[in-house]
């Protein structure tokens, strides 16, 4: 049981150019995030899907994308690179049963420079 | 704007002492307040919530305090040991919201042998 899982771990790009985060997990959530973390800024909610073919805005969404086709995937795409998107991106899950709150489970991060 | 804060930004404790991080949130409509754990390059790990049904829950080490009225709460880690170095974010949700999360902007624990 990997949990979730971030691809890849390190990533440098150019102004301009485009790139996608991978996430996946195994542990058959319905929910998936995106956060991005800068420092002492906490993490802030870029993306979430409540279930595959559903996707909607967090609270930072401008200059991304997402798409949900499956329960597993979520994938987080970068069109055109700002130096302002650099910093290390989360992706989560967890399993919404009902009105009750069940943790978030992260990846380990991609960290991402734009230069 | 859903906000919660979150102070101190670093905190420095001997071994054997307390840590204590308080929050502070507005929305009064939060009804869920995890703390998450987190390693350097790691991704955050739920450490523990509370509802605020409850003024207090404990686990082992760890003791979350919550203020309804005041709109506060807190983490405090009795007897502080080096492992417990991280950093620590607080959290809110509202469960109508399902686990969309507003979290704090971190506090740096660092704790001296």
């Known amino acids: 049981n990997a949990g979730v899982t971030q691809t890849p771990k390190f990533r440098i790009l150019k102004i301009g150019q485009s790139m996608t985060l991978q996430c996946t997990q195994d542990m058959n959530h319905n929910y998936m995030y995106w956060y991005r973390q800068d420092p002492g800024m906490g993490l802030k909610l870029i993306y979430y899907?409540?279930?595959?073919?559903?996707?909607d805005k967090g609270e930072v969404p401008n200059g991304y994308n997402v798409s949900r086709s499956t329960t597993e995937d979520f994938p987080l795409r970068l069109e055109l690179a700002a130096p302002s998107q650099t910093s290390v991106y989360f992706c989560?899950?967890?399993?919404?049963?009902?009105?009750?709150?069940?943790?978030?489970?992260f990846g380990d991060g991609t960290r991402l420079s734009i230069l | 704007q859903q906000q919660v804060k979150q102070s101190p930004q670093s905190l420095i404790v001997q071994k054997g002492g307390i840590s204590i991080i308080n929050c502070a949130y507005e929305n009064t409509a939060f009804d869920y307040f995890p703390w998450y754990q987190q390693f350097p390059g790691k991704g955050p790990a739920l450490l523990i919530a509370i509802r605020p049904d409850v003024s207090e829950k404990k686990e082992g080490r760890f003791t979350i305090s919550f203020n309804k009225s005041a709109k506060q709460f807190s983490l405090h880690i009795m007897d502080s040991q080096p492992g417990d170095s991280a950093t620590y974010f607080c959290a809110a949700s509202r469960e109508t919201s399902g686990s969309r999360l507003t979290f704090g902007e971190g506090t740096q624990l660092t704790v001296n042998p």
């Open positions: 899907s409540v279930g595959a073919g559903i996707t």
């Open positions: 989560a899950s967890s399993l919404l049963t009902g009105f009750s709150n069940q943790p978030q489970h």
